[in-house]
């Protein structure tokens, strides 16, 4: 982990206990001995299918991610695929706007002596598709459930709009860097003389350099994936299924909590769209947005027991999550085992 991870995780950290801090202490209806006696009364089944979701999260990316990497010419084994998805998942939790997980990813990748044209690609398709994912479930739930989407307030139904708006433009933008990257190559460059003419930016050569270093990536991915449209597809439906899982979740703890499915309908949309919403925010593992959204998008869905659902939702999905990916990143990192072809 270098420096800037350090700091990260500082911040990180510091905003974990702030959002706490606030909900603990913001609600009147919370106390530990109620939510100890919330989590006492749960059932114990969809509890344990609550904990197998978060597994799930982490097996499937790690699928995904050996999926493509089998694809593109370099086997590996489920148990690295899942090394690889826990360090994207820890180092995107505790980074802004997720920057930190395809970097660690790499890493590890290249050290097992995966080919870094390969690393790259598969990382790169990866990445693409899991945005595409969160696009396409948050926009169904909105669509199926326009109700719950309303029941937000206006901030955070801008929050979720925006979401919806910036990852949009991260899918076109990698579409068209892989399909018509002469284009963007231009744009991306005439932007750099004008930066350098206003003196916004330095070393301007050496991010030319990182620039075609780039397009040729690009390039590398665009003949990788041309006419195999199937395994994009397939790839895209383990993204799909990887964010269910996750949202399942909040559902399982749901009908753990209230032994009821009637509003299930209701829970999952509300978790896409605030998922949608706190996605594209640069705030590392979206701490503090999402739990605000949470907040909003629940708030008439339970009741008495809101903080409660989302301490312990939350805490499944996201805290216990990354507190098991750092264990299994700083396993494999300490022995430093190389991937068996």
Request: charge should be positive; include cysteine; glycine fraction near 6%.
């Given at each position: 982990?270098?420096?800037?991870?350090?700091?990260?995780?500082i911040v990180f950290l510091g905003l974990v206990a702030l959002t706490m801090y606030t909900i603990i202490n913001g609600?009147?209806?919370?106390?530990?001995?109620?939510?100890?006696?919330?989590?006492?009364?749960?059932?114990?089944?969809?509890?344990?299918?609550?904990?197998?979701?978060?597994?799930?999260?982490?097996?499937?990316?790690?699928?995904?991610?050996?999926?493509?990497?089998?694809?593109?010419?370099?086997?590996?084994?489920?148990?690295?695929?899942?090394?690889?998805?826990?360090?994207?998942?820890?180092?995107?939790?505790?980074?802004?706007?997720?920057?930190?997980?395809?970097?660690?990813?790499?890493?590890?990748?290249?050290?097992?002596?995966?080919?870094?044209?390969?690393?790259?690609?598969?990382?790169?398709?990866?990445?693409?598709?899991?945005?595409?994912?969160?696009?396409?479930?948050?926009?169904?739930?909105?669509?199926?459930?326009?109700?719950?989407?309303?029941?937000?307030?206006?901030?955070?139904?801008?929050?979720?709009?925006?979401?919806?708006?910036?990852?949009?433009?991260?899918?076109?933008?990698?579409?068209l860097l892989v399909y018509r990257d002469k284009i963007m190559y231009k744009i991306a460059d005439k932007i750099l003389?004008?930066?350098?003419?206003?003196?916004?930016?330095?070393?301007?050569?050496?991010?030319?350099?990182?620039?075609?270093?780039?397009?040729?990536?690009?390039?590398?991915?665009?003949?990788?994936?041309?006419?195999?449209?199937?395994?994009?597809?397939?790839?895209?439906?383990?993204?799909?299924?990887?964010?269910?899982?996750?949202?399942?979740?909040?559902?399982?703890?749901?009908?753990?909590?209230?032994?009821?499915?009637?509003?299930?309908?209701?829970?999952?949309?509300?978790?896409?769209?605030?998922?949608?919403?706190?996605?594209?925010?640069?705030?590392?593992?979206?701490?503090?947005?999402?739990?605000?959204?949470?907040?909003?998008?629940?708030?008439?869905?339970?009741?008495?027991?809101?903080?409660?659902?989302?301490?312990?939702?939350?805490?499944?999905?996201?805290?216990?999550?990354?507190?098991?990916?750092?264990?299994?990143?700083?396993?494999?990192?300490?022995?430093?085992?190389?991937?068996?072809?």
């Amino acid at each position: 982990m270098n420096k800037n991870k350090i700091i990260w995780f500082i911040v990180f950290l510091g905003l974990v206990a702030l959002t706490m801090y606030t909900i603990i202490n913001g609600s009147s209806n919370f106390s530990f001995e109620g939510f100890v006696r919330y989590l006492s009364v749960a059932n114990p089944y969809w509890m344990a299918a609550a904990v197998g979701c978060m597994l799930l999260f982490i097996l499937i990316e790690g699928f995904s991610i050996k999926y493509l990497t089998d694809f593109l010419g370099s086997r590996i084994n489920v148990r690295r695929g899942c090394l690889y998805s826990s360090a994207d998942i820890f180092f995107s939790a505790i980074t802004p706007s997720a920057t930190g997980g395809q970097p660690a990813s790499a890493f590890f990748m290249m050290r097992d002596s995966i080919p870094a044209s390969v690393t790259a690609m598969s990382l790169l398709i990866n990445i693409a598709l899991y945005t595409v994912s969160i696009i396409f479930i948050g926009a169904l739930c909105i669509i199926f459930s326009p109700s719950t989407f309303l029941r937000f307030g206006n901030f955070s139904r801008f929050l979720i709009i925006c979401g919806f708006i910036i990852q949009t433009a991260c899918v076109v933008t990698f579409a068209l860097l892989v399909y018509r990257d002469k284009i963007m190559y231009k744009i991306a460059d005439k932007i750099l003389v004008i930066a350098k003419k206003l003196h916004l930016a330095k070393h301007v050569e050496k991010k030319r350099k990182k620039l075609e270093k780039s397009a040729l990536e690009y390039k590398e991915c665009s003949k990788a994936i041309k006419n195999h449209f199937g395994v994009i597809v397939r790839a895209f439906l383990l993204n799909v299924l990887q964010r269910i899982v996750q949202m399942g979740v909040t559902v399982c703890v749901y009908i753990a909590s209230c032994n009821s499915v009637d509003k299930v309908g209701e829970v999952f949309a509300a978790q896409g769209c605030v998922i949608l919403g706190s996605n594209a925010v640069p705030v590392p593992g979206a701490v503090g947005v999402a739990d605000y959204l949470f907040f909003e998008g629940f708030d008439d869905i339970v009741n008495d027991n809101l903080v409660n659902l989302e301490l312990l939702s939350r805490g499944i999905s996201f805290y216990v999550c990354i507190i098991l990916c750092i264990a299994v990143v700083a396993v494999c990192y300490i022995t430093g085992r190389k991937t068996k072809k």
